[in-house]
């Protein structure tokens, strides 16, 4: 692996076409997928993923700060409470409409189960998973967010056949007492926290035990630092809630009132600016601080692949499955490696590196339970 060098991450920017910019859909399986061309098209309330997050200007008034709350807004959309009954049925519609044309671009991993399997067929299978959003569904209180014991026994039965990792935004520990499967390798915190299996190969960067690799050790003082600091700072602020997830922090406003977003995040500001070497990002409602550190779930992606001895392998077929904007690093890198799939979880239209789609938790397991019985069809075809 090289040496990490500090750096700002850079922010997506993928057209997507309205129905009319597409006459059919292509009749034709083809991979890998191909990437979206611009198209011009009238996506307003998806283009402002690509804005990019000015941290400091929040609070400060001005279009800056207005465009820094539009995009949480874009990345966490709320019910239309207020909206009046004859707006909803048109709202309602143009979003389907745009989500049938980005369906186009990324197809259902499900309904393109054979084809999917065809592109992987003769390869080593490799299965990464994120956590929130992907094995289990999104709920206010991050502790409870369970995944289902049908869930957990069809990643059991993935592992058993394909190598298999965790990449979660979680403390690797939080998220391996929800998953509860010693067998797996698992990346939390973004990827800064590796860890394999106990009887697990053991890499050369490893330090003790299962631990593979951890590349922000030297922030983690700096880190329960300003975790202290942000649950103090934002305890005035109801319903949000400040998880330490060891070497990152997720600052949740999912239960937080709307007219309150920009005074959080002003909140916030007013902790990390002494900090120059943590960065703010955000997801579904939430706000993550992270080292800035050249590392995220792409890198780590590389590094367990790496870890399992496929660096450099062209008969390796990693799958990523994942939900949210911090999964975008492992989809990109999939795409560039022109190796493997990105299958991205979601009910509505947007911006994505991911070659396919799955709309819910409920698919997730839908698609892991025909990637096993697809592996030992395979194996009882071969034994006969």
Wanted: hydrophobic share 35%; proline share 6%; charged share 25%.
């Amino acid at each position: 692996m090289t040496k990490q060098n500090v750096v700002m991450q850079e922010e997506l920017a993928v057209a997507v076409p309205t129905s009319a910019a597409i006459a059919e859909p292509s009749p034709c399986f083809s991979y890998p997928p191909p990437r979206a061309a611009g198209s011009g098209t009238n996506y307003t309330r998806y283009t402002k993923l690509s804005c990019r997050l000015d941290l400091a200007s929040c609070g400060g008034g001005g279009r800056a700060a207005n465009s820094w709350i539009e995009s949480m807004k874009a990345l966490s959309p709320t019910q239309a409470k207020s909206a009046a009954p004859r707006e909803v049925p048109s709202l309602a519609s143009r979003e389907e409409e745009e989500y049938d044309s980005w369906m186009m671009l990324h197809p259902s991993a499900l309904d393109n189960f054979e084809e999917v399997m065809t592109a992987a067929k003769g390869k080593q299978i490799v299965m990464f998973l994120d956590y929130d959003g992907t094995l289990s569904p999104i709920v206010d209180d991050p502790d409870r967010a369970f995944m289902s014991d049908e869930m957990r026994e069809a990643v059991r039965e993935v592992a058993s056949h394909f190598p298999t990792a965790i990449v979660s935004g979680r403390c690797t520990e939080k998220v391996s007492s929800f998953v509860k499967l010693s067998e797996l390798h698992y990346a939390g915190s973004h990827g800064m926290d590796i860890k394999g299996p106990n009887n697990g190969p053991k890499h050369p960067k490893a330090m003790a035990q299962n631990v593979l690799f951890q590349p922000a050790s030297e922030f983690l003082p700096m880190i329960h630092e300003v975790y202290k600091s942000l649950v103090e700072t934002t305890k005035s602020i109801p319903g949000s809630r400040v998880e330490n997830n060891k070497f990152c922090l997720s600052v949740h406003f999912r239960c937080v009132d709307e007219k309150k977003w920009c005074l959080l995040a002003e909140k916030v500001r007013s902790v990390i600016m002494d900090y120059p070497k943590l960065r703010l990002t955000h997801g579904r409602k939430v706000l993550e601080i992270r080292p800035t550190i050249k590392w995220d779930k792409g890198k780590a992606l590389e590094f367990l692949l790496e870890s399992l001895g496929f660096d450099g392998c062209h008969d390796v077929f990693p799958f990523y499955i994942g939900d949210d904007r911090t999964d975008e690093d492992a989809f990109k890198v999939l795409r560039d490696r022109g190796q493997g799939l990105g299958i991205l979880v979601t009910k509505i239209a947007k911006e994505t590196n991911a070659s396919f789609s799955l709309r819910e938790p409920a698919e997730v397991l839908k698609f892991l339970r025909r990637l096993e019985e697809w592996k030992q069809s395979s194996q009882d075809g071969e034994a006969q």
